[in-house]
């Protein structure tokens, strides 16, 4: 069984609706949980950063952390093409150097 | 402007060829990684540096390696290159106090015939 279970989609959505994309995980030792953003050709760039459990928004973007269910989201509001992209959940132990751990990748599609 | 570069960004070779993936970062960080991407498949740390003259190997074993004979320059060799090495290479740099914070080049594609 894989440490992150992640559903590659594709998911295509019309401009302008919300977007949860989600990644469930086994270790429960994972206390620092990311939302890279990979577009086609790219490196993933780093989108969101929450340390254990509870909400962070940065505009358009929401990042939810649920560690008694072991479940991590991201809500995007108002979806624009510029949105099309892969978008990767990882997450780790702690801090100091300790493997990052990646899901599959979500890829998503917003259609004009 | 700060950021992290590799070179090449596509590479077609022949079986049997030493290559050099390249990759500097302009944001002074300690830390560098090299990871592998398949089509498909998660990310997969090959190797790691916690600074000049420190090199790891990663969790997905790799028949490269790596040098950091400088801060900012970490490039990835393979010997003799074969279609099993076909692959996106990404290169990534981390913040001494926020590992989980990676910066990635755009990534070298391999193609090996």
């Known amino acids: 069984q894989k440490e992150v279970e992640q559903d590659p989609g594709p998911l295509s959505v019309p401009e302008g609706a919300i977007v949860s994309l989600n990644c469930t995980y086994s270790?429960?030792?994972?206390?620092?949980f990311m939302w890279y953003r990979q577009y086609s050709r790219k490196g993933p760039e780093l989108l969101m950063y929450?340390?254990?459990?509870g909400n962070k928004e940065d505009g358009r973007f929401t990042a939810q952390v649920d560690k008694s269910s072991k479940y991590i989201s991201l809500f995007i509001r108002d979806s624009q093409p510029s949105d099309s992209a892969t978008y990767l959940c990882?997450?780790?132990?702690?801090?100091?150097?300790?493997?990052?751990?990646f899901g599959i990748g979500t890829k998503l599609q917003v259609i004009p | 402007e700060a950021d992290i570069y590799q070179t090449p960004r596509y590479l077609v070779i022949g079986t049997g060829k030493k290559i050099t993936l390249e990759c500097s970062q302009t944001?002074?960080?300690?830390?560098m990684y090299w990871y592998q991407q398949d089509p498909g498949m998660e990310l997969h740390l090959i190797h790691y540096?916690?600074?000049?003259?420190?090199?790891e190997k990663g969790d997905l074993s790799s028949e490269s390696t790596v040098s950091r004979i400088r801060t900012e320059h970490f490039p990835l060799t393979l010997e003799s290159a074969r279609p099993s090495h076909t692959s996106q290479y990404l290169c990534?740099?981390?913040?001494?106090?926020?590992?989980?914070?990676?910066?990635f080049g755009s990534g070298t594609q391999l193609s090996v015939l």
């Open positions: 990534a740099s981390s913040e001494e106090a926020v590992d989980e914070k990676l910066f």
């Open positions: 270790n429960s030792a994972f206390q620092y």
């Open positions: 929450t340390y254990s459990s």
């Open positions: 990882a997450m780790t132990v702690t801090g100091g150097y300790q493997k990052v751990t």
């Open positions: 944001m002074g960080h300690d830390k």
């Open positions: 540096s916690y600074g000049v003259n420190s090199t």
